[in-house]
């Protein structure tokens, strides 16, 4: 009788973090490793360190949407699964008592979300940027002058109390996670496709890419002009379509696409999250 | 005789951060007020506690584009100019000797940036996450066993030495930096514009809009979307075009854009940066 090793999840910590959370949440017991950034992430399933891994694609509250896009261009992975996160942040600290609070410490990108909440509440009380979540539920579990916006699982971690909880200003807040590893995933019939294109450096190339989705009756999810690396201010355009790669629709427009002569790299098709 | 007080520039600290180096160099001799977030650069200027705002919008080390992009769509601000700033990042530490090294701070994006580098040069060192590239020479001015990835600005500030210049994987690094205040710049002839648009949730929506820039012969520089707020997975455009917001051919094509339906908002016009 053999005992299969569970497959090792990678993602990027501290312990605490949302995408720790979009982790568990997707692979409860199996073996996690966690790496302190996510090109670290998609260095390890490139090693075969993890068999997948977990990194934040969209709407991040740890910052994070390009560092994900670079990396995955770098590397030969491919984006197998995705995953919608409900981003609730929480003010904790070690004591309730909002007067002894000298400073307000998170992620910038979380501080800027629950701005309006915090000038309301805590006014005057100064903000203190950390690297993540988790390190600014460190911070508050080290000091008990310092609060922290951060989520509840990083507030349970370090055994803090939740002073408020769901405090952005905008309540419908989600992260969309990417599950990478070294396949895609095969056609469900309710799958989408992220991709990379390039056009040619003239007027009205993305307008005749565009064509070529609407032609085939395909939706764009998403779309998104980045630097293309090592050629100043060109772009590449990363995409998310409805649909799979290997759906007689997608498969021809993406096709047509390369024709058009600019190149085109697919990401992965995946199962399409439940919104 | 009256003496003009200089107008304050706001940026987001801590000194030593590429905005910083951004800001000085726009703005040499003037009054400068940090702010930990971008967010409250934003709110400095939005208060008239600053007259200016320097805040990164594209490609940024500070991992802040979308930070910036939320902080201007909630405001009522402009933007009325831009700087490009070539970024490169030092290996820093209080000792040219290596073999201290027992770990490499820095913001997650630029460590992301030399990983290469990184992993040549110092093999096997553990990557420390900070919440900026000038809190990690805090970090190595702190504790000679820390070495950093950060500004020749902030090793100079933190007076730390400069073990090697240049370590980005990819050796063209720019980052944009948007100019925030209360009105845009008048047309020079060679301006860009920042807008923001919806378009109806149907297919070929994106397209049509394209439709409209080229028919006036306008170039798109950049396109981006983003999650509306409030609205999940709902979706906003955001757009460089080439031209002013004044000039016949830019005005004609904002009218019809306003007639498709779905909203469109001006961020600004501005003289284009040189590259």
């Known amino acids: 009788m053999t005992s299969r090793v569970p497959a090792t999840v990678a993602y990027m910590g501290p312990q605490g973090t949302f995408s720790h959370l979009a982790a568990r949440s997707l692979f409860q017991d199996r073996p996690a490793l966690e790496a302190p950034t996510i090109a670290e992430v998609v260095d390890l399933v490139g090693r075969g360190e993890a068999e997948l891994g977990v990194v934040p694609i969209e709407n991040s509250t740890e910052g994070s949407v390009s560092a994900t896009l670079d990396a995955l261009l770098d590397g030969a992975l491919f ?56 390190a600014a539920a460190r911070e508050a579990a080290l000091d008990d002058t310092t609060a922290a916006v951060t989520s509840r699982l990083a507030a349970e971690l370090e055994q803090l109390t939740i002073v408020a909880d769901g405090i952005q200003d905008h309540p419908e807040n989600a992260t969309r996670f990417a599950v990478i590893g070294h396949a895609d995933a095969a056609p469900t019939g309710n799958d989408k496709t992220t991709l990379v294109f390039s056009t040619p450096h ?24 980045r630097p293309a690396r090592g050629k100043r201010w060109e772009y590449v355009f990363v995409t998310d379509i409805e649909g799979h790669r290997h759906d007689p629709n ?19 098709s995946y199962p399409q999250a439940k919104k």
């Open 250 to 268: 997608v498969a021809q427009a993406l096709a047509r696409l390369e024709n058009e002569g600019g190149g085109v790299r697919v990401l992965g």
């Open 79 to 134: 984006i197998c699964g995705e995953l919608v996160l409900d981003v609730s942040l929480c003010l904790v600290a070690k004591t309730a008592d909002r007067s002894r609070y000298r400073r307000v410490a998170s992620h910038p990108q979380p501080l800027a979300q629950c701005r309006k909440f915090l000038a309301r509440e805590l006014p005057g009380v100064p903000l203190f940027p950390t690297a993540s979540t988790a």
């Open 202 to 225: 003239e007027r009205g190339a993305l307008r005749r890419v565009l064509e070529i989705f609407d032609d085939a009756a395909i939706n764009l999810t998403r779309i998104e002009s």
